[in-house]
């Protein structure tokens, strides 16, 4: 399975399935889990200075002999010298995510890293493929944390019409049937996030996992879509105060002012009531915290089976 799979032979891993860089809990402990599982595990760089950045890499060359990614966002403060690192590193895969990467591609390019940036819309990923990157991680509007506003059932096949380069799905995408969904949009690989989050050996407090496990379908809400930067979140005290100074008219700068600090607030120090609890839409699915092995052995599994299912709805 996968031998042929395009994404599977450019970045030299086993299963087409990436899992999501997210800032403060997408660490080098997740992130090589996931890859000596098959997939590709991605550190998430988030707003995290340098030298961290740093000895988070070097950890995961620690624990996994397999291909690695870390994801920078391009709204980090320290974004110049976190790609820096990642270049001096050689990182196999750079994933970036809130912004356009192509300044940084060629110092990328050099060292043999292959860029996918995470896009929103068709007009970047076709962008984008001008300036050279390798695929692109088409993620929808389902996904937490810093989003766009297009579905994923929408994006993916135009954003596959529009490239030709592989696409990788992500949003809304939490077991064998998203996946296959994913496939059948033309995707040739996903990227999942909040299943990795209700997963062992990710590091999110206690209570940020337990408010995901009880999270249902309409459990989650986005902010800060009159500053320009929505975020999908768990709905909680956070977020009714900030849409309390939406309303109110609050200033881009009282708005972003009042939400700096609170995802780490809710992912280590557990205030899951006055942190922001990023999550996607998909995490009513999840019920149980797993090994990261087992979720994708279970993954990789079902896929046989969701396609049967469609094989018998087709006859
Ligand atoms: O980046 C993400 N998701 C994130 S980043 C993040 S860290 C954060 N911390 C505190 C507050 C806010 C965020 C949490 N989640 N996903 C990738 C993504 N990129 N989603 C959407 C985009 C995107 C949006 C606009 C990419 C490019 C873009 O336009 C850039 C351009 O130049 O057109």
Redesign the pocket.
Known sequence: MFEENPICKLLNIKYPIFQGG??WIGTAELASAVSNAGGLGIIGA??MPPDLLRAEIQKAKRWTDKPFGV?I???SPFVKEVMQVVVEERVPVVTT????PAEYLPALKEVGSKVI?????V??AKRLVRSGVDAVIA?GTE??????DITTMALVPQVVDAVDVPVIAAGGIGDSRGILAAFALGASGVQMGSRFVVSEECIAHPNYKNLVLKAKDRSTVVT?RSTG?P?RVLANKMTREYAELETNQASVEELEKF?AG??NMATHKGDVENG?V?IGQICGMFHEIKPVATIIEELVGGIAAAGERVHNTLK
Request: charged share 5%; proline share 3%.
């Open positions: 997210m800032a988030g707003h994801n966002m391009l709204m995510g809130a912004g356009n940036p995470v896009v929103a819309s007009a970047l993620e996904s937490g944390g810093h989003i766009g800060g930067h975020v939400g609170r995802l922001s990023m």
